[in-house]
């Protein structure tokens, strides 16, 4: 069995280099579970362990040099361009100097297909480039866990293509990742497993092909129903 990668909600584990998709209706603590995740949210009870370190107040730091995230509304800062956007963390967190963050940033804008595009301010860019961006960003901490809140869902639907295409890269390069989307075709072509959450708890957690011929919950069956 691989080792452990963090457990959440009762003992859940995803493991190292396991793409754990998370599926849910609106308000079922999908975008919050993620945020506990990297402590962006507080955890009212329980606990999160990333690779061995609980995640608090005090360990946050610490948390930030191993998880990176990948918002649904990019969060991109509108005062620095493209690469300066990539750079930063590295900088302040990790204590890269600038050349050695942008040396790798530039090699992770030629990976997401932006190289004409680093010294473009987020104003000057369409909603796919700057999720490309914010994956850029994600990856350039060197994370050993991603985590992606709805990362097409405010992109237009030329858009998602090329999104999900460097998202499927990642995959099948072994970065463990936790996925919140509602693209049920990348979770059949990409996940490991499928986790349902409804009202802040897991109805079920599966692997792919189980999870969507062999639903145990009327609530799943219906959520599917709604989407496919």
């Known amino acids: 069995m691989r080792q452990g990668f963090q457990s959440f909600l009762k003992g859940t584990s995803v493991y190292k280099e396991e793409v754990l998709i998370i599926c849910g209706i609106s308000g079922s603590g999908k975008s919050t579970l993620l945020r506990c995740i990297n402590h962006l949210e507080p955890i009212n009870s329980g606990t999160i362990t990333v690779d061995g370190v609980e995640v608090k107040k005090n360990t946050k730091r610490e948390i930030c040099k191993k998880v990176s995230m990948v918002f649904q509304m990019f969060n991109l800062f509108p005062h620095l361009n493209a690469v300066e956007n990539v750079i930063l963390a590295p900088q302040k967190v990790l204590e890269w100097p600038k050349e050695k963050a942008y040396t790798k940033a530039k090699k992770l804008f030629d990976m997401v297909g932006l190289s004409n595009k680093m010294n473009s301010y987020p104003r000057d860019l369409s909603g796919g480039q700057k999720q490309r961006v914010a994956i850029a960003r994600a990856l350039c901490m060197e994370p050993e866990l ?10 237009d639907p030329e858009m998602i293509k090329g999104v999900l ?3 499927k890269d990642l995959a099948r390069k072994g ?10 075709g990348f979770a059949k072509e990409v996940s490991d497993r499928v986790a349902f959450l409804h009202n802040g708890q897991f109805l079920e957690i599966a692997p792919p092909k189980e999870f969507f011929e062999k639903q ?5 069956k219906q959520f599917l129903g ?3």
């Open 175 to 184: 970065m463990t990742m936790i996925v919140v989307t509602h693209e049920m």
């Open 146 to 155: 991603i985590l992606f809140d709805e990362p097409t869902s405010a992109l």
């Open 226 to 228: 709604s989407i496919l």
């Open 216 to 220: 145990k919950h009327e609530e799943i």
């Open 165 to 167: 295409d460097i998202m």
